[in-house]
């Protein structure tokens, strides 16, 4: 047999006979992706909006949002919900670890990406809403928030790439996703080259596909 | 209709606005000249708070504006402006510009609104434009538009801040036409404009502003042919 071979074909075999595990794993994955992106787009929007708003307290909550979560590791973050929230009688599945962790990370880059979206509208926007009697949140949702598609949804589609393959954090916390599955299943028996190039072209066809969904999104916000 | 009393504005260590007192009765048109940085602009804005004062008193339809916050969305509705850059929405159709505060602000059901619109549209040359975005347009289509947009609120007072102003010169006589139109038609109108052709033919008062002053004010014709300030003489010898 060949042993030295890390792609030998009685590896893939047994890649093969281990799909569930892979499934299962690319499920979880799949998720955690889900979930983070809906809570990271909310995030974002909030806090996007917060860094514009009038209020200059509220700006600074969008501040201190972003550089803390931009300017330390995900790794870190999602480690620390797993080992020291329980202290403090936080527990949580870690599905719900991933989704929370790596949605309030990728939060922070949404939301500087619906900043920059707002900042990008002009002025004189808000005023003519507000000159004819909309409130301030109603000049956001239909006159501006609707203007920020075109500078918002390419970085917002950067972020949400990031996040499908920031996922495999969850790995460090055995949370059962497909970068996980494809460790430790390798790990036991050393066929790495099959578990990480399976696990690598997953990943690659989740953001692949995920792309090409946003350009469709970007096309029909152009028109 | 409209009082400003005693109103000074700020921006930073500027003094922008010294003691600003402008009263517009109902109906009145008034038009505001002066160089620019004179706080023309800073002062129409003061009339729907798009500025606040940091002192005086605004009061606009029998409602003092400095003490009622609430009643400010209510002005805002009764005062209608037309800026500059036109400000249109441009992810929305030229209906839709007209129609959106209308039905959101103003609850409207959206036949009557678009009905509202597609008159007022008519009525400033643009009907067959209804279904066009703002930037299919020229500027002073779209300016029309936005003048369209604010009468669909059914304004008592039409504020405008120097609606010609970025307009190219072929451009300007449509909107000035519309304007001098509605003019006539019986509504409180604030002008800031550079248009003295536009201010002579239409305003009941003149103001002059310069350095955050009101310096004159008068009928067009003695302010035209007899200023008495001597910055308005000199502004006026310098643009007729």
New interface residues.
Partial sequence: MDVNNPFALYKWQALFDARELFIDGLTTTLEVTVGALVLSILLGIVFGIAGVFPNRVIRALNRVYVEFFQNTPLVIQVIFIYNALPHIHIVMPVLLIGIIGVGVYTGAYMAEAVRGGIMSV?K??L?????????YW?AMW??IL??TKKVMLPAMANQAINLVKNTSVLAMIAGGDLMYQADSWSGSNMYYGPAYFTAGVSYWIICFLLSKYINKLEKKAEV | MIHLSGVNKYFGNNHVLKDINLHVKPAEKVVVIGPSGSGKSTMIRCI?Q?EKPDSGEVTVDGINLMKSKAQL??I??EA??V?Q?F?????KTVLENLT??PI???GKNRDEAEQSGLDFLARVGLKDKASAYPSQLSGGQQQRVAIA?ALN?HPKIMLFDEPTSALDPEMIKEVLDVMVGLAHSGITMVCVTHEMGFAREVADHVIFMADGQILETGTPSAFFDNPQNERAQQFLSKIL
């Fill in positions: 002009s004189g926007q005023e003519a809403a507000m000159s004819q009697g909309f409130n109603q239909y006159i609707p203007q | 729907n798009l969305k209510k805002r509705q209608a402006m800026f850059q400000n249109l929405y441009p992810h959106i505060a959101l602000v103003q947009r609120m």
